[in-house]
C-alpha cells in the first residue's frame, strides 16, 4: 500500500514556527509537494521539492518557508516561521514516485492564532 503521512501541525502564536513532516511509504517518491486549504478557499500550491534537485515557493511564504527532503526516507519537511493568521489552514502532502502515480496525504491543521 502506497501511502504519504503528514505531522506537526498544530496551535501556534503568530511570529512563532512549525516544521510539518511528509513520509511516503510503500514506494520512492522524487517529488513531494505541499498545499493548504482554508475554510472557504481552494486548495493552493505552497512549496515543492524535487529530492535532489530544485524546490519553489508561492510567493506568500517566500522568506518564511523552507522545504527540504530526506531521499533515504522518502520524507520531506516544511519548516514555517514567522507564521501569520493568514497561514492557518488545513495543510496536504501530495507524493509523487517513480511510477508515475500521486498521493495525497490526510492533512494536518495548522492554527495561528493570538
Known amino acids: 500500500q502506497v501511502q504519504v503521512v503528514e505531522s506537526g501541525g498544530g496551535l501556534v502564536q503568530p511570529g512563532g514556527s512549525l516544521r510539518l513532516s511528509c513520509t511516503g511509504s510503500g514506494s520512492v517518491f522524487y517529488v513531494m509537494a505541499w498545499y493548504r486549504q482554508a475554510p472557504g478557499r481552494q486548495r493552493e500550491l505552497v512549496a515543492q521539492v524535487w529530492f535532489g534537485g530544485n524546490r519553489q515557493y508561492a510567493d506568500s511564504v517566500k522568506g518564511r518557508f523552507s522545504i527540504s527532503e530526506d531521499t533515504i526516507k522518502n520524507t520531506a519537511y516544511l519548516q514555517m516561521n514567522s507564521l501569520k493568521p493568514e497561514d492557518t489552514a488545513t495543510y496536504y502532502c501530495?507524493?509523487?514516485?517513480?511510477?508515475?502515480?500521486?498521493?495525497w496525504g490526510q492533512g494536518t491543521q495548522v492554527t495561528v492564532s493570538s
Open positions: 501530495n507524493g509523487r514516485d517513480t511510477d508515475g502515480r500521486s498521493y
